[in-house]
Nanobody
Framework: QVQLVESGGGLVQAGGSLRLSCAAS????????MGWYRQAPGKQRELVAR???????NYADSVKGRFTISRDNAKNTVYLHMNSLKPEDTAVYYC?????????????WGQGTQVTVSS
């Protein structure tokens, strides 16, 4: 069985930093695109950052220059380094991955980790 296990959320003051991690566990052959989404109360889930297996990245305009996504392919792990955090970054952050498992590529989601930025 495949799982995405997230860690690293928490409470931080505005201007601070956090690092989120997401590790894919299970008998995974490979991970294609991996990324982070977030959902604030009353809002739709939105893409924060995404990274492909060859390292290409894209970011939401609201986080460009502040957040950095990276991955460790050997560990099937994706990271989100968040700097200069703002109160509007407060949300539940979800890890997403396209994983090759049991003969096919499928979408997987983590359980979500809360990030709260106080002003």
């Amino acid at each position: 069985q495949v799982q995405l296990v997230e860690s690293g959320g928490g409470l931080v003051q505005a201007g601070g930093s956090l690092r989120l991690s997401c590790a894919a566990s299970g008998s995974i052959f490979s991970a294609n695109a991996m990324g982070w989404y977030r959902q604030a109360p009353g809002k739709q889930r939105e893409l924060v950052a995404r990274i492909t297996s060859d390292g290409s990245t894209n970011y939401a305009d609201s986080v460009k220059g502040r957040f950095t996504i990276s991955r460790d392919n050997a560990k099937n792990t994706v990271y989100l380094h968040m700097n200069s955090l703002k109160p509007e970054d407060t949300a539940v952050y979800y890890c997403h991955a396209v994983l090759y498992y049991s003969g096919t590529y499928s979408d997987y989601w983590g359980q979500g980790t809360q990030v709260t930025v106080s002003s």
